[in-house]
């Protein structure tokens, strides 16, 4: 299959979708339409939609990812009108937090209609639905006049697609289209939280925050038991998902934490440099201000190591924006070990620290 690429050049350049945008959107939206499948960008990380209520169509989202076909997917709406189609039994919590935080990176966790098939829902009578704020997102779901399934889009277990580019390398002949909107703002997936029982869970931590949650519905929220450590043999987390390997880059990685900046530069070197010894191709992953303590422990470092910036360590925002991407670069290396520094749990940190545990396989040295 001969996979169409739709550059958005008018939004990329201004962040205003144009005229001749909007013609390719609509391509992409009678694409949907006939069951097709078309990877677009959200807020979050590039979405790969297709029509929620086509068993077919989800059947193929499943079989262009190898994704497992008892993990669930995300179903996207354009409209807060759109939602007791999909979702019945809404809480009032529910609702004050879609007031709040929709449109925008939060996906919640309802009970289904008859209207998604279970092929959407990976088997489960419960839905989780998202209502994204990226103007692209929007206007090619409305222009669907569907409502859009779409888990991230990248083959199942790499880490997500941030960027047109990513998808290219993921799905190309493997789907209908691909509509380029640039790279993606938040860079991590949605918050998921599930609404559709009595007590509210957290299933995936995201640029929504718990902190966020717990203020505005002045509650504290119980997390599933997947989001605290890798899961014991025969446990069922509320969210398939979370049972599968994910986020993983080809190298395996192990996070360097702790307290002390020093000490963990210190760490992050030494286990660089076993690696080293033992002939793997090792890069680190680590802040700017970890990289100053890397040259001061050793000055010709950068001459010893490939070295990946993630920013500055108090732009927690800026680190996990460019997460996946450094993740997909080192791949592209020929990487074969990864020593990253670990970074620190509050607000987005959180999220950011979720996926790089889950990057690491949970393999993690406190300094
Ligand atoms: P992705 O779309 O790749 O970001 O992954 C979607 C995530 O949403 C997976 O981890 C799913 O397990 C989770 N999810 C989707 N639908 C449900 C549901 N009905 N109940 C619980 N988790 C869900
Ligand atoms: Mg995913």
Redesign the pocket.
Known sequence: MDTKLLVLEDFKRTGQISEADQAKIAEAAGILRNGGLVAFPTETVYGLGGDARLKEASRRIYEAKGRPSD????VHISDISQLDAVASDISDAARIMADKYWPGPL?M?FKKTDLIPYET?GG?D???VRYPVHPVAKALIAASGAYIAA??ANISGRPSTTAAAHCIEDLSGRIEAIVDGGDCEIGL?ST?L?VSGDNLQL??PGAVTSEMIEETLGISLSEDAALKGPLAEGVRP?????KYRHYAPKAEMILVDGSDPVKKAEGIYKLAMEKTAAGKCTALLCSDECISDLVRLDPDIKNKLSIKSTGSREDEAETAHKLFELLREMDAEGIEFIAAEGYDEAEIGKALMNRMKKAAAWQIIHT
Request: proline fraction near 13%; glycine fraction near 4%; avoid cysteine.
């Open positions: 993990n669930p997917l995300i996906t966790v829902t489960l419960t839905v989780a888990p991230s997936e998921i599930d299933l995936r509320k969210a398939p998902g979370m």
